[in-house]
């Protein structure tokens, strides 16, 4: 690896250890299923969007809930102390495209047609109402 390659990875490290998060890879829904879950959580604040995902019907909300109370507490541990209501809210979430499985479903007159099996990456970031008050 160069010397700028190094720099820039180091600098990428010290960034990700001052923000709290989470991620989820290789799950085995689509993206698309994945980014409409997301994109009912994203901003909220945790307690809301904890009880947005308990009562979603969507099979994803459950893997977005235990990713969400894993990003939760990977805050309190960072910072020493309890959460309290009100206080963190989802800053960011993206939902990437993972591996995909390519199989073969049976056609009339010897074809197969593609199937393709999607899966994705989700990364769920957790703030601090009051750090982004400061930094506005």
Not at 44 to 53: F, H, I, N, P, T
Not at 103 to 111: I, M, T, V
């Amino acid at each position: 690896m160069g010397a700028r390659k190094r720099i820039s990875a180091e600098r990428r490290r010290e960034a990700l250890r001052a923000v709290s998060f989470a991620q989820l890879r290789n799950v085995p829904t689509s993206p698309r299923k994945m980014r409409y879950v997301a994109d009912m959580v994203r901003g909220m604040e945790v307690d809301r969007a904890l009880g947005v995902l308990r009562f979603s019907q969507k099979e994803a909300a459950a893997r977005v809930e235990k990713l969400l109370r894993s990003a939760i507490a990977n805050w309190e541990e960072k910072n020493q102390r309890k959460a309290e209501a009100g206080e963190l809210y989802v800053s960011r979430i993206t939902v990437d495209e993972g591996m995909m499985l390519k199989r073969l479903r049976p056609a009339p007159q010897g074809r197969g047609y593609r199937i393709r099996k999607r899966s994705n990456h989700v990364t769920l970031f957790v703030d601090a109402v009051s750090n982004n008050e400061t930094n506005n």
